[in-house]
């Protein structure tokens, strides 16, 4: 399908281009001097004494898990307003997952109160997302942790270039995990990062990313080492040159590119204020302290307002919308192992919610083109009314 406005699309350029030649040049593939220089470049953007460079952010968030220490009798307090993998991962550990409501449907991400009712006796640790790169409620967060002796893991899939307070999202708890899929911020097609400022979480990364073996490829290839031990289970969660040089080029960019999802979502909030639609995150536009990525901009339909009917008119407007998330407890194989929990503010919200365009590229004739769309499509959306 040729739409109009695509949901995202690549901030990619020469830039990209000559990184990749450089590493093929190179006849050196996978980790090494590209992907410490990105790991290095990584850690210092983010303020973060440590980070390690994966093939994604799920076996991020699984490495991240088992740094943690979680294993089976072990439970994780996550939301459910999210991904598949923020659960799954817990889960690969033999740990199990208990789901949290957010706060409301301005505010995407897990409530503080929710949390703190659902920990108990086997609670080791909570995972948070940043929604949109929105902030989590993260002072009362570390605060409910620490009463508890909990980990903090932070997925931050969607928070590259996002901070609060000054300090960059993904290293305000234990370990923060970053994904750089192809519509993520920062695009590397497969890839992701994990952060921490504690060496113990980060040497085991290291080790469990590369089949726990006391020495890796590179270090043979400069002649550091000429035989290996394997001291764990480990896996290969590695990341290559060709990926890590495309993280920085794109990590060059991310801040003139967020600038742009900020001020094209500034334009969202202000032209569609008045149409009915609930705006999430709205109400922290120029809260001090705040700097969100606006990865994505997701709003709410009015209740009267068959969602099924609006995608298909925005599609025939040529415009291309997604969903953002299918509750991870509604999801079959999680409805299936537990007890379906409730949680009233998700399960509305995810009703309901529907998620618009929006990419650094996208010119102001694009921005106009959806907002009028969106207008367009409420008009012929009513449940029940005449067919659009
Ligand atoms: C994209 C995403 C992931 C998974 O990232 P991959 O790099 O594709 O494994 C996890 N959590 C959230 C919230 C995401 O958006």
Same mark, same amino acid.
């Given at each position: 399908?040729?739409?109009?406005?695509?949901?995202?699309? @690549? #901030?990619?350029?020469?830039?990209?281009?000559? !990184?990749?030649?450089?590493? %093929? *040049?190179?006849?050196? +593939?996978?980790?090494? &001097?590209?992907?410490?220089?990105?790991?290095?470049?990584?850690?210092?953007?983010?303020?973060?004494?440590?980070?390690?460079?994966?093939?994604?952010?799920?076996?991020?968030?699984?490495?991240?898990?088992?740094?943690?220490?979680?294993?089976?009798?072990?439970?994780?307090?996550?939301?459910?307003?999210?991904?598949?993998?923020?659960?799954?991962?817990?889960?690969?550990?033999?740990?199990?997952?208990?789901?949290?409501?957010?706060?409301?449907?301005?505010?995407?991400?897990?409530?503080?109160?929710?949390?703190?009712?659902?920990?108990?006796?086997?609670?080791?640790?909570?995972?948070?997302?940043?929604?949109?790169?929105?902030?989590?409620?993260?002072?009362?967060?570390?605060?409910?942790?620490?009463?508890?002796? @909990? #980990?903090?893991?932070?997925?931050?899939?969607? !928070?590259?270039?996002?901070? %609060? *307070?000054?300090?960059? +999202?993904?290293?305000? &708890?234990?370990?923060?995990?970053?994904?750089?899929?192809?519509?993520?911020?920062?695009?590397?097609?497969?890839?992701?990062?994990?952060?921490?400022?504690?060496?113990?979480?980060?040497?085991?990364?290291?080790?469990?990313?590369?089949?726990?073996?006391?020495?890796?490829?590179?270090?043979?290839?400069?002649?550091?080492?000429?035989?290996?031990?394997?001291?764990?289970?480990?896996?290969?969660?590695?990341?290559?040159?060709?990926?890590?040089?495309?993280?920085?080029?794109?990590?060059?960019?991310?801040?003139?590119?967020?600038?742009?999802?900020?001020?094209?979502?500034?334009?969202?909030?202000?032209?569609?204020?008045?149409?009915?639609?609930?705006?999430?995150?709205?109400?922290?536009?120029?809260?001090?302290?705040?700097?969100?990525?606006?990865?994505?901009?997701?709003?709410?339909?009015?209740?009267?307002?068959?969602?099924?009917?609006?995608?298909?008119?925005?599609?025939?407007?040529?415009?291309?919308?997604?969903?953002?998330?299918?509750?991870?407890?509604?999801?079959?194989?999680?409805?299936?192992?537990?007890?379906?929990?409730?949680?009233?503010?998700?399960?509305?919200?995810?009703?309901?919610?529907?998620?618009?365009?929006?990419?650094?590229?996208?010119?102001?004739?694009?921005?106009?083109?959806?907002?009028?769309?969106?207008?367009?499509?409420?008009?012929?959306?009513?449940?029940?009314?005449?067919?659009?």
């Amino acid at each position: 399908m040729q739409w109009r406005v695509p949901l995202v699309d @690549l #901030a990619y350029g020469d830039e990209e281009k000559q !990184a990749v030649l450089k590493v %093929l *040049d190179s006849h050196w +593939l996978t980790m090494g &001097g590209v992907t410490q220089q990105f790991e290095k470049e990584f850690a210092r953007f983010v303020g973060a004494e440590h980070a390690v460079a994966v093939s994604n952010a799920t076996v991020a968030l699984h490495l991240a898990c088992l740094a943690a220490g979680l294993g089976p009798g072990d439970e994780v307090i996550a939301p459910s307003l999210t991904f598949v993998a923020t659960a799954n991962a817990v889960l690969y550990t033999g740990a199990q997952v208990r789901f949290a409501d957010i706060i409301s449907e301005t505010d995407l991400t897990l409530s503080p109160q929710a949390i703190s009712a659902l920990i108990g006796p086997r609670t080791k640790a909570i995972i948070v997302m940043h929604y949109a790169g929105f902030p989590c409620k993260m002072q009362a967060i570390l605060e409910i942790a620490s009463q508890h002796g @909990l #980990a903090v893991i932070e997925d931050a899939a969607h !928070a590259a270039g996002a901070w %609060l *307070d000054g300090k960059h +999202l993904g290293v305000w &708890g234990d370990v923060g995990c970053f994904s750089f899929f192809s519509n993520k911020n920062l695009a590397t097609g497969e890839g992701g990062m994990i952060v921490t400022n504690r060496s113990d979480l980060a040497e085991k990364a290291r080790l469990l990313r590369s089949h726990a073996m006391t020495s890796v490829t590179w270090d043979r290839h400069q002649g550091r080492y000429y035989t290996y031990d394997v001291v764990e289970l480990g896996y290969n969660y590695r990341i290559d040159e060709i990926r890590s040089a495309l993280g920085l080029a794109q990590l060059e960019k991310l801040e003139v590119n967020n600038a742009r999802r900020r001020a094209i979502t500034r334009r969202y909030w202000d032209g569609l204020k008045n149409t009915g639609l609930v705006l999430p995150f709205h109400a922290s536009d120029g809260a001090p302290g705040i700097i969100p990525s606006c990865h994505i901009f997701p709003c709410l339909l009015p209740a009267e307002i068959e969602r099924t009917r609006f995608i298909d008119a925005m599609r025939s407007e040529g415009i291309q919308t997604s969903i953002h998330y299918p509750p991870v407890h509604q999801l079959t194989y999680y409805e299936k192992k537990y007890s379906p929990p409730r949680l009233p503010i998700t399960e509305t919200a995810a009703s309901r919610e529907v998620t618009l365009p929006l990419f650094p590229t996208m010119s102001d004739e694009q921005i106009e083109q959806v907002m009028s769309g969106v207008k367009a499509s409420l008009a012929t959306s009513l449940g029940g009314g005449k067919p659009a």
